[in-house]
């Protein structure tokens, strides 16, 4: 006999197909002689049965983990701004000083909310996004001191 689901070949003393867990034709499990009656309607789906959009519940972010992203974004926004700003006027001080400051707003928000709420993933990754920047910056920064050392030391 044959599953009516797959078409797997089915023995004789199966009331499940183990491919696709379809209940055989047969409403009763034979138990030592006995016969049991099985539950169609109580029965769950069987696990490979693929799933729809709609069996799952849509995530909604919370007004804290919003807040947190909307933190993030202003604040790199803004330290973009100001670095843009600074490089075209001679004295920038203090614009540099902003925006290190809104750089510094935006690491600490993306940092909170990732401890905050880890299973989050715009926040995950958006934390790791921002955290491979900073640690290429400084990386950067560093291989640039060392090659401006070397070069020092190569003109005294």
């Not at 100001?82 to 809104?102: C, D, G, K, T, V």
Request: aromatic content about 12%.
């Amino acid at each position: 006999m044959n599953c009516e689901k797959c078409g797997y070949a089915l023995l004789d003393v199966w009331n499940v197909c183990p491919i696709c867990s379809r209940i055989i034709n047969n409403k009763t499990i034979h138990v030592q002689n006995e016969q049991v009656p099985i539950n169609i309607e109580n029965r769950q789906n069987p696990i490979n049965e693929s799933k729809t959009k709609s069996d799952y519940p849509e995530k909604r972010y919370s007004d804290t983990e919003r807040s947190f992203i909307l933190a993030f974004a202003i604040s790199l926004f803004l330290s973009i701004f100001f670095y843009a700003l600074s490089s075209h006027e001679r004295n920038s001080n203090n614009l540099s000083m902003l925006a290190m400051i809104s750089h510094l707003v935006a690491l600490v928000s993306i940092v909170t909310a990732y401890i905050k709420f880890p299973k989050n993933r715009t926040i995950a990754i958006m934390f790791w996004v921002y955290i491979y920047l900073v640690v290429s910056t400084v990386v950067g920064l560093f291989v640039l001191a060392l090659a401006c050392a070397a070069a020092w030391q190569m003109i005294c």
